[in-house]
Every structure is written in structure tokens, then in C-alpha cells.
């Protein structure tokens, strides 16, 4: 199947189109292009009109396919939560996810999505894990139009975390599960449409391997940092530059943008330290929009004494240099399939 995704920034647009095969995702185009400014904040579309007339320019230009794309975005609005519930069809899912998400969100302002991860049981009652994905129907809305407009279908939204955590999975076996118990009860009923006969419980143990990383991804408006926690976790952690009291268009200068990442990296790891003396950060990857990656890995790397590089490309994302994955992963999560 080939189809489009696109990274939003408040910057940049990053848009690949690939394949989604078996075995991966080979990306056959590869693109970036500037939004008008202010277009897009924390997510939402803010000048619709020259969004679509700048992307329609975009999609002409580089013949891309016009049929069906999905968007990665990263807005403080979206809401997420990982969740157990009973194993039910959607529209049931749909209430237990609701109650789930109790105050985080009201009925008139989100649109609910899920996926489901894994099936189990708890005694005999068949449950499913889920990440929940509570989307502002405002910001859908802006999309929904906006791709209209062009002519494309947009086949759904995900949160920039979950795009890029498929791609460390490929690379990372801490935040895999293995080593998985199984038992059958071969006298079991169906319980659900979902369940089979001979569905297994699973007692899942974690496999620890290799150093615990720390992935940095390093934006015009933010830098978001990722570690594989030594239980298999994830942790993650977004800092805008807002938030430091300085603004987009008050940073001209790379110097200063530099020595706001340095120091977010510099935090993080005292943090790793303090929490998790044992098992402490041994390797820094960089990934994202900034022209200055390779640079900025030597300064990294003199800064915090700590071995920093661009990011591993997984072996089933093909079609794309090493380069440009570190800048179009964002995008390029979107046509990655969990096995």
C-alpha cells in the first residue's frame, strides 16, 4: 500500500511518501518545505487558507500522490493515556475509554480514537490494552478541511510521541516484551468476538539489553527527549522554547538555539542519575528539523562526556539516507505498522 504522511511543526512541513510493505516502509519521496509564519501553533491551524494554497503548491510541484496521507502532530491539546479495559466491540470500547479518561476531557470538545496493543485475560473476562487518543474537535476540524481542500483523504492524526516510538522499538530490544509465559485453557468459551478458543494469557517479562539511550529530537520551537527506562519503558519529555521565556522569532542565532538543547540534555541526564544511578544514560542520539545535527553531536558530546550521534536507522525504513531520516522520522512514523 503507498501513501502520504506529514510531519506539522510550527516551522516546517515534513512530508514523505512510501510504500508499507511486510517487511517495513520504503519512502519514495522526501520533502520539506517553510509554513507561512504563525500558520500553525501547538498544533492548530491558524491561517487555513495559505496553508492549503502552500501545500497544494507543494503536492504540484513533486507529483505527489493525491489520495489518502495521515498527520503527525505534537500539541499539548491532544490528550493520551494507556489503558485497560474490557474487550468489547468499538462502540462500548468507546464509553469504558470515555470514563478512562474521566476529567481530561468533555464530550463536545474531543473525539476519542483508540489501539489496541494486546489481548488478555484477566481471570476469565477478556481485556484489551489501549492507547487512547483524545483529539480537540476543533484541530480535527481545521485538518479534516484543509485536506478536503486538496483533494486528499486524510486517513487519521497521531501524536508525534507514538510516531516516533514505533521507529525506537525497531532499534531498541529494552522496550520490547519477551520471554512471554503462555497458558492455555483448552476448555475455555468464547468470550468475546475478539477471543478465540485457544486465546493465551500473557505474563510478560522484560528483556534488558545494551546501554539506555537518550534520543533527543531537536525542532525550531522545542526539543523533545526520549529514554528506554531499564522496566522497558518509555519516558519521554517536551520542552518548548515558550517555556524558557524566549520566543521563535527572538533566537535568530543557531549559537543561542544550541545552548538551549545542551542544557535540556544536560537536565535530563542529571535526572537520569538521580533517579536510576545504576543504569545511566551511555549513548545520545539526535533526530529532527535543525540544518545543524552533525555539529551539534560533537557539541553534545564535549558538553555532557557522553558518546552523541544522529539517530540509527532502523533496517525496515528503506528508500532514505541516514541524513534524512534524522529529519523526516516524524513523517515517516506514520507509515510504520506495529507487528
Known sequence: MQMIAIEVTSKFMHIVEGKIGSSGVAVKKALSFPLPERSVRNGYIRQQDELALVMN????????LKKTASVEVDSRAIKTKRVEIPAEKRERALMFLKKEMGSL??????????TIHRLFKKGKMPYMECSVLAIPRELLTEYIGVFKGLGVKLSGIDVLDESLAKQFEMVCPSLKKANKAKAKNKKSKKNSEIFDEDMEEEQASIEIKGPIKL??????EKIKLFTNGVDGSLFSRSVMLEGTGKSLEEIDEDKEL???YIEEIKKLIQFQNEVSPNYPIGQIELFGEHQ???????????????????IQQPRQIKGVSQDEYARYMGAIGGLVRRK
Open 57 to 64: 503548491e507543494a503536492f504540484l510541484e513533486h507529483m505527489l
Open 105 to 114: 476531557i468533555s464530550d463536545e470538545e474531543y473525539v476519542l480514537d483508540y
Open 215 to 220: 534520543w533527543a529530537g531537536l525542532y525550531y
Open 258 to 260: 544550541i545552548t538551549f
Open 292 to 310: 545543524l545535527i552533525n555539529q551539534i553531536c560533537g557539541l553534545v558530546s564535549d558538553s555532557v562526556k557522553i558518546p552523541a550521534s544522529r
